[in-house]
């Protein structure tokens, strides 16, 4: 069974930096691409970054390029969220999910396995 959990969420003040680690099992990592997703309250879910474990290709939303980065950890199985100079705006929960595209892709309709969800609010 593919299995995610995404944690290292909190509540943090405008300029502080989190980090969510991704945890991933059930499957071969290589043959994945991992995005980091978020969902603001009555906003749709938006792609903030995506990975490519076999080539290390990455992507990112303009709306994040410069202050957040994705990084894999291949020994812990792990993807990492950066996310430096935060801002009211990013308050979501922030999930990351598994595409077997092996390009980045930012789309959450490509992504079929989630994790649950973490919550991450910046306070002004």
């Known amino acids: 069974e593919m299995l995610l959990v995404e944690s290292g969420g909190g509540l943090v003040q405008a300029g502080e930096s989190l980090r969510l680690p991704c945890a991933a099992s059930?499957?071969?990592?290589?043959?994945?691409?991992i995005g980091w997703f978020r969902q603001a309250p009555g906003k749709e879910r938006e792609g903030v970054s995506c990975?490519?474990?076999?080539?290390?290709?990455?992507m990112y939303a303009d709306s994040v390029k410069g202050r957040f980065t994705i990084s894999s950890d291949n020994a812990k199985n792990t993807v990492y969220l950066q996310m430096n100079s935060l801002k009211p705006e990013d308050t979501a929960v922030y999930y990351c999910?598994?595409?077997?595209?092996?390009?980045?892709?930012?789309?959450?309709?490509?992504?079929?396995?989630w994790g649950q969800g973490t919550q991450v609010t910046v306070s002004s």
């Open positions: 999910a598994l595409t077997p595209i092996s390009i980045e892709v930012m789309d959450p309709g490509d992504f079929g396995s």
């Open positions: 059930g499957f071969t990592f290589d043959d994945y691409a």
């Open positions: 990975l490519v474990l076999s080539t290390g290709r990455t």
